[in-house]
């Protein structure tokens, strides 16, 4: 279950509390759809989990401005699960950084880390990085989104 935002002080919008909240599908349409950009993301983030998950990805972490009050956000961020992925598979430009993660947002409307990459200003793997607020640096929530494929149910 999603929870409910907080404010926390300097941050630009409230945030999800501290911690990974696994979501179905229907729930992150249902908390996250209220806007027709928001709903472009969302299918953005649609066409990149078929992938991900169709390659064997086992869980997907969403991040960004995407997941707080922010009423338009740009883009999205995902710390995927690199873990049992078949690399024959899976879309190339989920391992294409030659440009930074430009050609992942013209695919698919965000950017895409394997959740163990270690971020390089932080030192911290994606994973974790995503739990801090860049602005006040103190955590907040993600969100988990576990592949409906391998485990039978829908996402």
Known sequence: MIPS?????????????PGIY???WNE???RFSSSAKRQELIAGLDRALANLFASGCLQIYLDGSFVTAKPFPGDYEIAWDPRFVDPK????????????TIYQKQKY????????????MSGKP???FFQIDKDTGVKKGIIRLQNHLTKGGII
């Open 5 to 17: 935002f907080v404010i926390v002080p300097g941050a630009l919008w409230p945030l999800l509390p």
């Open 22 to 24: 696994d979501a179905s």
């Open 28 to 30: 992150l349409l249902a």
């Open 89 to 100: 598979v899976l879309d190339p430009v989920f391992l294409d950084f030659s440009k930074g």
């Open 109 to 120: 409307l965000g950017e895409f880390f394997p959740s163990t990459t270690i971020e390089s």
């Open 126 to 128: 994606f994973l974790d």
